[in-house]
């Protein structure tokens, strides 16, 4: 089973997050092109923009990530972290398909953007683990509010795991990223 890190625990001594610059650092390294790097698209997406997903096969898409980002932050000013930064790791011994990654990656963001959250995705294949990273605004687009979803990595955890059990068994092979968390 792929495994979930929710970044922003593991050092919650210090805050990770809480500056502008560190956001545009963890989106630049969400799409650095060395890490990313998987024909026929880069495997990075924003959901929650107009139209609904940025493709990072165009110049600048974690520029535009962080504009959205950032202007979001403007209207609804917060104290603390800005962004959640989840990984979601697969071993040598589950598939190392990078589209089954991206397809799992999309259906992730789309499980916060239906909560109200932005959220940035890459799929890294420059390790010998597949591994995805999401970077989640902190700030709902629905209402301002600060970033809280009740039993948030159980919800991850069970989710995920139905979604790859699916794909492993060979329901979700032929689809092409339809699934969702739910």
Known sequence: MPIIEDIN?????????????????LLRYIADPSATEYPPHSCQ??????????????????????RLFFHQMELY?????????????????????????FCLAK?????YFER?????FGV?????????????????WKDGSYFFIFGEMALLYSGINE????Y?????RRLYCSASLE
Not at 124 to 140: E, G, P
Not at 168 to 172: A, D, F, L, R
């Open 9 to 25: 625990r593991k050092y919650s001594d210090s805050c990770p997050y809480a500056f502008p610059q560190d956001v545009k650092r």
């Open 45 to 66: 997406y924003l959901v929650g923009a107009m139209p609904d997903m940025i493709s990072a096969d165009q110049p600048g898409a974690w520029k535009r990530a962080a």
């Open 77 to 101: 000013p917060k104290q603390g972290s800005l962004m959640q930064h989840r990984v979601i790791s697969f071993s040598n011994e589950e598939s190392q398909d990078p589209m089954m990654a």
């Open 107 to 111: 259906a992730v963001a789309s499980f």
């Open 116 to 120: 109200g959250y932005l959220s940035f």
């Open 124 to 140: 890294h294949t420059d390790t010998d683990n597949l591994h995805i990273h999401i970077a989640v605004s902190n700030i709902s």
């Open 163 to 166: 979604w790859y059990q699916n």
């Open 168 to 172: 492993m068994s060979g329901k979700m």
